[in-house]
């Protein structure tokens, strides 16, 4: 049954072309579509926004995400094809979620919809708005997939745990501790790029007795990131394990991505994490990508939008 949720056009302006068929752009492969109107055909690459930062507002961050989905994809549809590969996508814009009053009946409309698209085999890629969005998305992933028998992966870079719990309301720092509460033991969740500055210990210690596997910047910095790989949660991935990616773009260093919510000069490297997510994509089987916490109001030249748009068109050519 195809959810009710309601999603608002994406604009025919984003969808950018130089009208050159020597020069494709995504804007020219991205098709602007409704769920009743699209045949769903397995393997297609669904994009759709919120524009929503009332999660951040209540957890006392910056505010400005509302505005991602549709920076991201300015830029987003600007891109060329990846000159690295043949691979020929089919990409479909569902538009953005229509804001119902309530931010839980938000979220509700969004797992229902993300659990139909995942049970259709669709590959979802989300634009926040804020980090509690990640909950509905990787629910909807999890609950679609544990239908397999194979258990699936979601994995998060943050500089924060996210593991907030609920007994104040939900809001960005809430997302985890909703997600491993709900399917405790039931999937592999993974923590990558976590700050001593952004988590209590209670919230660590929370999270790692629910089983989750917790890298921090630092031991990162100190041995590589791709030496995680190493690590028997990664290494007992097949191209069968299905995969999703949560990634807060605060995980990156704010010479790279300062235009977020909250903002570290220590973080990741955007290069670093795109090497990192090869290695994942050519051993797994990538299902789903949401990106989180960019704020265009807070940005220096688009940057931040540029590397979220960056980060979508790895996953679109390399997953």
Not at 113 to 129: A, D, E, N
Not at 135 to 140: F, I, L, P, Q
Not at 165 to 177: E, I, V
Request: proline letters at 6%; a negative charge; one cysteine or more.
């Amino acid at each position: 049954m195809v959810p009710e949720a309601s999603l608002i056009p994406t604009s025919p302006q984003l969808f950018f072309s130089k009208k050159d068929p020597e020069d494709p752009r995504l804007g020219d492969l991205a098709k602007p579509t409704c769920i009743e109107k699209n045949p769903l055909l397995e393997d297609t690459f669904m994009i759709m926004g919120y524009a929503d930062d009332e999660g951040i507002r209540l957890n006392g961050g910056r505010l400005g995400a509302s505005d991602a989905p549709k920076t991201i994809r300015q830029f987003l549809y600007k891109m060329t094809p990846s000159t690295l590969s043949d691979k020929k996508i089919s990409l479909y814009d569902l538009g953005d979620l229509r804001q119902k009053p309530d931010l839980s009946d938000r979220h509700q409309d969004v797992l229902e919809l993300t659990t139909y698209l995942h049970g259709k085999k669709q590959k979802v890629i989300s634009f926040g708005g804020g980090h509690d969005y990640g909950y509905s998305d990787a629910a909807g992933f999890v609950k679609s997939y544990l239908k397999t028998g194979i258990k699936p992966v979601v994995i998060n870079f943050d500089a924060h745990l996210d593991v907030r719990p609920t007994n104040h309301g939900l809001n960005s720092g809430t997302p985890f501790y909703r997600l491993l509460s709900e399917f405790a033991g039931q999937f592999e969740f993974v923590e990558i790029g976590l700050q001593p500055q952004c988590n209590s210990k209670n919230h660590w210690e929370w999270a790692a007795d629910k089983g989750a596997h917790l890298y921090d910047l630092k031991s990162i910095e100190r041995t590589g990131l791709m030496k995680l790989l190493d690590e028997p949660v990664f290494k007992n991935m097949t191209k069968n394990t299905p995969l999703f990616i949560s990634f807060d773009i605060d995980a990156i260093t704010a010479s790279e991505a300062g235009g977020c919510s909250q903002a570290w000069v220590t973080g990741l490297k955007t290069q670093e994490c795109l090497n990192f997510l090869s290695a994942l994509y050519e051993k797994s089987n990538a299902r789903g990508l949401g990106i989180y916490e960019v704020s265009p109001p807070l940005d220096h030249d688009f940057q931040t939008s540029k590397t979220a748009a960056l980060i979508t068109h790895h996953f679109l050519f390399e997953s």
